[in-house]
Every structure is written in structure tokens, then in C-alpha cells.
């Protein structure tokens, strides 16, 4: 099986395709032949060595893929050989196979194809549940949607139009506002033109609902400042690379909720929820993830270096049939 190997830390291009043996599954354990595996920004920093964890090379970078399963390391598991199958591991996807807990998995619905199930493993999840549980975003509310070409940003704008918001998308070029209008941003706000703060005060005069915000840096505390009060600002990350200093004295002053988002903090009701109505959007196909690029497995260097550079609008997908 072929696989990108990053074999020392560094610029994406330390990372090179290469033969690569899978072990067997063990108990526990799923094999899965890989169709399509997305490339989000943590996978560029763990190639950097400069991610919140640190993983010792060798390794084989990518978090997100589609694929069928080819072997089941014990009874229990749930999956057979044949079944459709998407994931998320730390790290493994940017292989032809890979062998990953049973856990990591989850069946594709009917009627959703495999570049759609990578594509939205991550990004639409997570912009769903930060909206939904979280940011608790409902008809009628005004949403900020910061990075709005990016994958989750881009997810976010798409689900918060679905879930009845008026949206304005923050992002850093036209191209990426030009698509973050197409799927419902009603409001659009090139951050590298323009003043952010006096920007947003002047498109959402009233204040905003919610910001999502999965960019941080410089954005951060305009953004914050663009809340009514007792609105809620949901951090998920910081893909410019900076983490903000919030002054707290907005929160007090501005009676605002600031709040991060990760998986395991959502209530398993809820969780189970969202993801069922997550998946009605998908295979109704109301929403659909927004693919920017597709790279072969050999330009695997080139789609890192697309992410990391800022150049990605929506989703960048590595096509491994």
C-alpha cells in the first residue's frame, strides 16, 4: 500500500509517498480501503510539530477519511467487510489503508457518496454541534461566522442559514466571501479591506447573537465587541496560528458568554440529536459540503502547502482510488 510519510517534523514538504505495510487489525480494530481523506490545518501542524500534541515520526499524516471496510479484527464491532465507512483518527488517512479503532468509525447513510462523507466528517460536525449546542443559534438569530471560506467557516455559514440565521461571513479575500454567499451569507466582510471592528458595528448594528469563531488571532476581539448582550462567542480554534488575549472586562461589561467548543462537552442527548440532524441535512442533500480542491495522493505536499498557506475555501480532499 502506498501512504505520505512524514519521517522528521517540518515544512509540508518533508512529507513523501512512499510503500507503506499496514499491520493486521487486532481485537477492537477495522481495516479500511481509503477513497477520499480530507486535509484539515491541524494536519499541517502536526506535520510542524506545532500542534497541542506532538506525534513522533515516522507517521502518516490526516484525520479524515471515507472508505469501505476490507477486514474486522473481531466479532463485536458493529461493521462488516463491505461496509461503507467514514472516520477520524489523529492521524493515518493520507494512506491507500489504514487500520483504526472501531470507535473512530461511523456507517456512510444511504444515499451520501464517499467524497461527501469526508468532506463533512469534521467540518460540518463540528460547526453543527458548536451551532446547536453551544452557540444555541435559532431562527431569526444573527451569526458571525469568522474564517467563512474555511472548512468549518464555510460548514458554519451553510448550517447557520439551514438552522434560520441571518449571516455575516468574515473571511480574507472575495473568492471566499463570493462563497460564502452562495450558500446564504446575507452579509460579507473582507477582514485584510477593511476595519473589523467599525465593519461590524455598522453591518449588524444591534449586535450579534453568536460568533463562531474558528480562526482566533487578530479577529477575536472585534469580533467579541460585535456582541449584544448576554450573546455567546464560541471559540474552535485558531488556524491563523495565534492565540487571542481577550480582555475580560468585555465579558463582564457586555454580559457575554464566551465559550469553547469539543466534542466530548456535548450531552449525549443532544449529541445524538445533532447528529441526526446533521445527517437528514446530508442525505436530503440540503446542505452539501463545498469542495475547493482535489489532489492525488503524490501531491500531497501541494494540498498541505494549499491549506497552510490560507488558499483552501471550503474543504481540500486527497483522492486516493
Same mark, same amino acid.
Given at each position: ?60 499524516? +490526516? ?23 467514514? +472516520? ?34 469534521? %467540518? ?59 450558500? +446564504? ?13 467599525? %465593519? ?16 482566533? +488571532? ?104
Amino acid at each position: 500500500m502506498r501512504a505520505a510519510i512524514c519521517r522528521e517534523h517540518g515544512p509540508p514538504e518533508v512529507v513523501r509517498v512512499e510503500n507503506h505495510i499496514v499491520p493486521p487489525a487486532g481485537p477492537g480494530q477495522i481495516g479500511v480501503r481509503v477513497s477520499t481523506a480530507a486535509v484539515n490545518h491541524p494536519d499541517v501542524l502536526l506535520v510542524a510539530d506545532r500542534y497541542q500534541v506532538s506525534v513522533d515520526t515516522p507517521f502518516v499524516p +490526516g484525520s479524515e477519511f471515507a472508505g469501505v471496510v476490507d477486514e474486522v479484527g473481531s466479532s463485536g464491532t458493529g461493521f462488516a467487510v463491505g461496509d461503507r465507512v467514514t +472516520g477520524t483518527a489523529m492521524h493515518g488517512a493520507f494512506a491507500q489503508r489504514l487500520v483504526v479503532d472501531a470507535s473512530s468509525l461511523s456507517p456512510t447513510p444511504e444515499g451520501v457518496d464517499d467524497v461527501t462523507a469526508a468532506a463533512a466528517g469534521v %467540518a460540518h460536525r463540528t460547526a453543527y454541534h458548536s451551532l446547536r449546542s453551544v452557540g444555541r443559534v435559532k431562527s431569526g438569530d444573527e451569526l458571525v461566522v469568522l474564517g467563512a471560506g474555511g472548512g468549518v467557516g464555510l460548514a458554519a455559514v451553510q448550517l447557520g442559514v439551514a438552522l434560520g440565521a441571518r449571516v455575516t461571513a468574515v473571511a480574507s479575500s472575495a473568492e471566499k466571501l463570493d462563497a460564502a454567499a452562495c450558500y +446564504g451569507a446575507t452579509r460579507l466582510l473582507d477582514h485584510t479591506a477593511v476595519d473589523l471592528r467599525a %465593519a461590524l458595528r455598522e453591518t449588524v448594528p444591534e449586535g450579534a447573537d453568536v460568533v463562531l469563531d474558528p480562526v482566533g +488571532g487578530a479577529l477575536s476581539e472585534p469580533a467579541l465587541r460585535s456582541l449584544r448582550r448576554r450573546g455567546r462567542f464560541v471559540t474552535v480554534g485558531f488556524a491563523s496560528g495565534a492565540i487571542p488575549r481577550i480582555p475580560l472586562n468585555l465579558i463582564l461589561l457586555k454580559g457575554v458568554q464566551l465559550v469553547g467548543f469539543q466534542f466530548q462537552d456535548v450531552p449525549a442527548d443532544e449529541f445524538d440529536r445533532n447528529e441526526g440532524e446533521l445527517r437528514e441535512l446530508l442525505t436530503s442533500e440540503r446542505v452539501k459540503p463545498h469542495v475547493g480542491a482535489v489532489f492525488a495522493l503524490d501531491d500531497i505536499a501541494a494540498a498541505l502547502r494549499h491549506v497552510r498557506d490560507g488558499r483552501a475555501i471550503g474543504k481540500v480532499l486527497i483522492d486516493l482510488r
